[in-house]
């Protein structure tokens, strides 16, 4: 792992102050002895929160178990894994099967984190193909995730129609020992249940069983795949010299109270799974006590002018295929005087870069003085989708816009760019809209007009998943950001059955996926948040790059 930095001499002063300040407190001592004063006064769940540290280590007496385990998944003839779950739940085994790759002979992965109605059912004819042999992997460290639970229901229920009461044998649940999910488990004959670490948080889950596990049944060596990030903790305990994750972590602190705190992401395609797991460690770690880091991945580039004082990036290289276009990228930043952090990445190390941002991160928080383990505005959202469902079907404020009529939408989305209390610092796009590839493209392709346009960083994501992401910083922050929703309304639908133990939150998909975009919308309102929302209907394809041409022209 090599990390090299650029056009840092304006902060180096400051950063080897932050070094210099780490080993006078030891930092390193206290972080390994779990000592929350590193953060707070008062011990809020920290301590019990920094079982990642040696996670690599706690994991190697389970290895020969997940991988017998696993063999018994390959030999039952099992092709397709679907994971269902959100945030830690998910991302970082979705990561290690974007960047590592299909295994020959083992089940490929299939990740599903959103309850839009077209996205259920699309999951649901591939996993009922006639060539599928699925096993459903329900993921939740608390074992209480509505999203998770309410497909869980679903897809147990449609299993059911297939295999009658046999169906739990095609379940495997991985939670914290003592959940709801893992009780449910047992009453619905799950194959199998896995337990996770209780003091590692979902986002530092990389290295423990929720990240593992389903590596393990994709038929990662987790013994070779753990090496590198073992020797990483190994690196830490000794305490020889700074840590690459000491050094990143106060480059990202320093860079964040110098007013750096728009953390620009290059990666090329095949690391953009990685992307979304720096997201969500750094956002919702971050974005909290009127504070932030904001990590913007840009997968289009974005005109230089565009870019404002507060920017950091962080360019990511794979050793073994150099992209020629983003090097040429890196290249021009460099002339132009812009801080880069230079990552280069040997896909046999990707557990050493998961330790490596964790720390990091962890660093960071200590930096800008909050707790980098809570995420105290997420239940925001959670307690207003639970009203919206309990006073009927949820629908639109009388303030909601429709597409209809492109002159009137462009009028009001000019004033809703350019009119403001004050610049904000960055605009989002909260995109309640089924995820699919041609509509990555389109949404990128919006971000990037949008930023160029009104010359601010411009992220976005899908919804519900932001919701246990970027959506912590989005309400934490202090107000920084300026907010688009985008909800398709799509009439299909699909019902959401009660199970024994397992009672509907609500009666339908569709339901539950408008009363958590709106309450997420009412949410960033009750903040102080500006925020409008666009309903549509038809093809979102057309629609997003039909709005770009709108942003552009007004």
């Not at 337990?195 to 530092?204: A, K, L």
């Not at 020797?231 to 106060?250: C, D, M, V």
Request: charged share 25%; proline share 6%.
């Amino acid at each position: 792992m090599k990390l090299i930095t650029y056009n840092l001499d304006g902060w180096q002063k400051e950063l080897n102050a932050a070094l210099d300040g780490l080993r006078r407190i030891d930092f390193t001592r206290r972080l390994l002895q779990k000592d929350h004063t590193l953060w707070k006064e008062k011990d809020l769940e920290i301590s019990s929160r920094l079982g990642w540290l040696d996670s690599p280590q706690r994991m190697a007496p389970l290895l020969q178990d997940y991988r017998r385990q696993a063999e018994k998944v390959r030999q039952a003839g099992i092709n397709l894994l679907v994971l269902l779950g959100m945030g830690g739940s998910s991302l970082a085994p979705e990561a290690i099967s974007r960047i590592i790759g299909q295994v020959q002979g083992w089940p490929r992965l299939l990740m599903l984190d959103s309850t839009c109605p077209a996205a259920v059912r699309q999951v649901a004819q591939v996993a009922e193909d006639r060539s599928s042999r699925p096993l459903f992997l329900i993921s939740s460290k608390s074992g209480t995730t509505s999203e998770t639970l309410s497909l869980l229901n679903y897809f147990y229920h449609r299993q059911q129609e297939i295999h009658g009461p046999g169906a739990g044998k095609n379940f495997v649940a991985i939670t914290d020992p003592g959940t709801p999910l893992e009780n449910l488990a047992k009453q619905l004959g799950f194959s199998l249940t896995v337990n996770g670490f209780p003091d590692v948080g979902g986002r530092f889950s990389a290295l423990s069983p929720f990240g593992l596990f389903p590596a393990v049944l994709l038929g990662v060596d987790l013994e070779k795949f753990l090496e590198p990030a073992s020797n990483s903790y190994r690196l830490l305990t000794r305490e020889e010299s700074p840590h690459p994750g000491l050094i990143l972590g106060s480059l990202l602190g320093v860079m964040a109270r110098a007013g750096r705190d728009k953390l620009t992401l290059l990666l090329p395609a095949q690391l953009r799974s990685l992307g979304r797991w720096l997201e969500q460690l750094i956002a919702e770690s971050t974005g909290k006590e009127g504070k932030g880091i904001l990590p913007v991945l840009e997968n289009l580039p974005v005109a230089e002018e565009s870019y404002g004082q507060d920017r950091l990036f962080v360019f990511y290289e794979p050793e073994s295929r150099p992209d020629f276009f983003w090097q040429e990228r890196l290249e021009k930043l460099k002339k132009s005087g812009w801080p880069i952090i230079h990552i280069s990445i040997n896909v046999e190390e990707l557990a050493a870069h998961f330790y490596l941002w964790e720390l990091a991160t962890a660093v960071a928080g200590h930096f800008l003085g909050l707790n980098p383990f809570d995420q105290p505005d997420v239940e925001l959202t959670k307690k207003k989708t639970r009203e919206l469902l309990a006073t009927g079907s949820p629908t639109s404020p009388d303030s909601s816009l429709t597409s209809d009529g492109e002159a009137h939408l462009a009028q009001q989305l000019k004033s809703f760019f350019e009119e403001s209390h004050r610049r904000p610092e960055y605009l989002a796009l909260l995109c309640f809209l089924s995820p699919e590839d041609n509509l990555d493209v389109a949404l990128d392709n919006l971000a990037r007009q949008l930023s160029e346009k009104f010359r601010l960083p411009c992220v976005w994501n899908y919804g519900p998943a932001y919701l246990h992401s970027t959506g912590q910083l989005f309400k934490g922050d202090g107000g920084r950001g300026k907010f688009l929703g985008l909800l398709n309304d799509d009439p299909v639908d699909l019902a959401i059955p009660s199970l024994p133990g397992s009672p509907a939150l609500t009666a339908s998909f569709r339901q539950l996926f408008q009363a958590q975009a709106l309450a997420d919308f009412a949410a960033l309102k009750e903040k102080g948040r500006e925020i409008m929302h666009l309903r549509f209907k038809g093809r979102p394809v057309e629609t997003i790059f039909r709005l770009g041409e709108i942003t552009r022209n007004i």
